[in-house]
């Protein structure tokens, strides 16, 4: 609701106040415009300046030297030319705060923008808010308040006798925000007041998303307890017992408590068997998964022991909050790990002494290219074409040579190197010639040297161009980019990725911080090669396993949003769980995901149906998952629209109504952080218990915010760099990519402009992660023109 501003009225003062002021430096703006035009044209010196940038790029190293001399002079000039004459301001938003600071007699008015500028002349000051001392005032103290300040040896103190915030878009004054109200003028100009609900406030959300538990407390009468339980249990549709009164994961329960049939269903299926569950934002995916797991550990504790079942996720925040979840669902001691550990693990436990280090810039076409689903068959092919070589060597061993390939085809169920260390044993009881025995035998062994050097075959297959193109040619992936493939992996193979004892002495950085010995992709590893190694290793060996190393193997694996992993990696996972049966529908496994929230798109992921035929696994039926725990109606309302109609689920949406969604519109991020700073320092003070996180598209981005709400003296405020919450209490701030899996009782998005989220298919998958990380309010912050991504209702309001 609001209210016009009546002539004549406080409110009409106020509005009259900041007009003047906005007008006022308006005409100064206007005036350095005109001066700007009458000094030194300095476009020829700034034309001069691009063009030595560009021929220092190109030039020789032994003419360096004078071009940068050359640069260095032309800049000094051009900083010359136009210092004290050039207006370094924006002149379509100047300031965004107003201060009136009484100090003794002194009384001064004070702008805060994100430049400094000040013409006493014209009685305009605006200070920078990033750096200017006299900005912490503004930031820390409220109207009315003695202020007591020493910032780099500067005695800043006196009283804040009028503290406003004002939002100037496209050079016109939009907002006026005071202790007394809120102003906002409308397409007409007309000044209204706002009132009610639309002055805008974080409040009523404390507590409502899920939270990482504490070590559970286990009942001195309870054990675990049956995580079946009865679906009218208080404690929940699973009735999880012997966690007593500290039980931090309160809200596990309550998803659990509204599990309807079908989804109890998923998770009492029969041991074995593939459960694939597509599931939206806080549908309880996740939550189903890890009640999973308990179920069949109680269902079968001898099969399914904790220790052999695993449970993969995609970040290790997730690894965290899932890690502490289990042992209050009774099931301790399931390894949690993301798939990049897991495979990194994995593979040097199995070639052993292989690097531990890895390329940290593989180009984006041969990510793809060691992802795509066709790599599946080249290696496949590979590996049976030297088994078919295997054969030819028992070809011409002299007499007796058709009983060793009789021998041979009767074993062809078994992988390569069973198939040879069987072979082998057969010979010493086989009725041959001594003669024949020995020439077998030796061919066995080199073929067993052989067909055990997993490395090698990761050479033969990545730089070899004719062997990946026959996979590729049929795909979308171009000839260019196997051509760049089978470069970069040739490059990897020219020194050996195994480790070895390294001098002592020092080691010579070169200018990015690595050793010269790692400037290149020499001899390293690309985390996208685990996977390529691990399913070569099953198909020469049967499972992953080596000599020294017994078979690694799972009674139950759990896979956590499955989109965002590749078909290879998702094939070596699933052949590395047991079977109970001849069959693969007798593993028994759980596949979680939401084809709408996908950040990873070099994956060539098509859908669950085209996933699970890539990975051998046809019949397999996905189950959906439709009501939303986590975020309300209005939330999810908006992440269908980021979505759009090709992306966003067809299923009705069915959740909890909550806070409306607000889009909050700013000129800049100073703007910004003033308006947030006030509303989470009285967050803070109402709800000491709510979970926040303020959301950025980038890392960069996420530093300013926390640079600035830590001026702004915002209490519990963290910046979260990858994958360090705490899960307490408090103010994350972080970027969308590191919150996947996660949620908070409010979230904040900011800088939701145009170009921080333009009209793509990863920013509307990204801006739609984002936003359903709310458990009860979300907040959008625009700095310039709002994502169109967003609904036009909701930019134009």
Known sequence: MSEVVKE???????????????????ERVRQGATKRVEHLDASGLDRDLIELRDAIAEAKPEDLAPLVEQMTRLAAIRGRLGKGKDLPIDMSSPYFAHMVLKEGKKVRDVLIGKRGFIDR???????????????????????????DEEVQGLELSGIVELKRN????????????????????????????????????????????????????????????????????????????????????????????????????????????????????GSGKTTVALHRVAFLNFADRQRF????????????????????????????????????????????????????????????????????????????????????????????????????????????????????????????????????????????KGLGVRANDSIEDWADVMTDFTRLWAAFENTD????????????????????????????????????????????????????DDPILLRLIQLKRGSLSSRKTSAISYSHVAIDEAQDRSAIEVKVLLDATESEGPNSEDKSVTIAGDTAQRIVFDNDFGGWEQLLRQTGNKSVTVSPLKLSYRSTAEVMALAREVLGPELAPKEDLIARSGAPVELHQFG????????????????????????????????EQADVYYNGLRRAEVPRLRRVQRDEFSFEPGIDVTDARQVKGLEFDYVIMVDVNTNTYPETDECRHLMHIAATRAAYQLWLVSTAEPSHLLPESLRDF
């Open 121 to 147: 002349q014209s009685n305009v000051q605006i200070v920078d808010w990033r750096n200017a001392p006299i900005s912490q005032v503004y930031y820390r103290y409220d109207e009315g308040d003695d202020y």
């Open 166 to 281: 004002v939002s100037i878009q496209h050079g016109n004054l939009r907002r006026i925000g005071t202790l007394q109200g809120t102003f906002i003028r409308d397409r007409e100009g007309q000044w209204h007041e706002a009132s009610g609900d639309s002055a805008p406030v974080l409040q009523g959300g404390s507590g409502k998303a899920v939270r990482a538990p504490k070590k559970p407390t286990v009942s001195k009468h309870g054990g675990k307890g049956d995580p079946r339980g009865s679906q009218n249990k208080a404690s929940g549709a699973l009735g999880v017992h012997g966690v007593g009164p500290e039980k931090a994961d309160k809200h596990l329960p309550e998803i659990a408590a509204l599990i309807d049939k079908e989804q109890f269903d998923l998770i009492s299926q029969p041991e074995s068997g593939m459960v694939v569950i597509q599931g939206g934002a």
């Open 668 to 699: 800049d991020a100073g703007e910004a952080v003033a308006f947030l700073g006030d509303a989470l320092r009285a967050l803070v003070l109402s709800e000491p218990a709510a979970s926040v996180v303020v959301l950025t598209r980038y890392p």
């Open 477 to 528: 992936v171009s000839r260019r980019a196997v051509e760049a493939t089978v470069r970069w992996c040739t490059a990897q193979d020219l020194e050996s990725p195994i480790e070895e004892e390294e001098d002592e002495g020092p080691r010579v950085s070169d200018l990015d911080g690595r050793t010269l010995d790692e400037a290149s992709q020499a001899g390293l590893f690309d985390t996208e």
């Open 305 to 444: 022991k904790p220790s052999k079942m695993l449970f993969v996720v995609p970040s290790k925040a997730l690894v965290r909050y899932v890690d502490a979840v289990l042992p209050s669902l009774g099931v301790r001691g399931v390894p949690v790990m993301t798939y990049t550990d897991w495979a990194s693990r994995t593979r040097k436990r199995l070639l052993r002494g292989t690097k531990g280090k890895y390329n940290h810039d593989t180009p984006d076409n041969v990510v793809r290219v060691k992802k795509h689903p066709a790599l599946l068959s080249a290696l496949e092919r590979y590996v049976a074409g030297q088994v078919a070589e295997a054969e030819e060597e028992f070809s011409d061993l002299g007499a007796g040579e058709e009983k060793v390939i009789e021998e041979w085809q009767r074993l062809h169920r078994k992988a390569l190197v069973p198939r040879l260390r069987s072979l082998y044993k057969w010979l010493r009881s086989a009725r041959l010639s001594s003669e024949t025995r020995f020439a077998a035998e030796n061919r066995i």
């Open 8 to 26: 004549g009225s406080a409110s009409a003062k106020i509005v009259e106040e900041e007009v003047s002021l906005h007008e006022q430096v308006q």
